[in-house]
């Protein structure tokens, strides 16, 4: 008997290069508050604004998300699509795909809608993905299968690495 593979799919700089349009966010919510533009980074994350600016207080750094948030949805058309790998997706049986994101719900949400993907996966597993095996034993779960039916498209080398560990298919994009 023939299994067929499952599919898990990362969301940010995967599927949808959102790298520029979340750097834009940031630095537009820091300059509305005044504070400079960050330019000497790959990827602006709230750690990174939080640790250059180690002085804002909870205030702030709820007004900096909201603002980030905010513009990044208003501004969806900056990102870019992974056709190729987006048209792998559609390729798919829904019922053998999942999303598997670290990122904000309302963000992913917005993303999927905008590049009507939304009824693309079975399901949307969001998670710090710091505990892997956890979250790989809950994708086999969904999509009723073991761990050597996966195969995972991701970006981040940190989780790319932990799949390799576990000798798991994974395509690092």
Not at 49 to 74: A, G, M, T
Not at 80 to 91: C, M, T
């Amino acid at each position: 008997m023939i299994t067929m593979k499952r599919h898990v799919f990362d969301l940010d700089n995967t599927l949808i290069y959102t790298d520029l349009l979340n750097n834009d966010s940031y630095n537009y919510a820091l300059n509305l508050l005044g504070l400079a533009s960050i330019v000497d980074c790959k990827r602006i994350t709230r750690d990174v604004v939080f640790s250059r600016y180690p002085d804002l207080n909870s205030i702030q750094k709820n007004k900096i998300i909201e603002l980030k948030q905010k513009y990044f949805i208003n501004n969806l058309k900056e990102t870019i699509p992974n056709k190729s790998l987006i048209q792998l997706l559609e390729d798919q049986n829904v019922e053998l795909c999942i999303l598997w994101t670290s990122a904000d719900e309302t963000r992913v949400l917005a993303i999927l809608d905008y590049y009507k993907i939304s009824n693309a996966f079975k399901r949307v597993l969001f998670s710090s993905k710091l505990e892997v095996v956890k979250d790989i034993e809950k994708i086999c779960e969904i999509l009723e299968c073991g761990f050597e039916h996966l195969i995972f498209y991701e970006d981040n080398q940190r989780v790319i690495q932990d799949l390799q560990r576990l000798n798991l298919n994974v395509i690092s994009v």
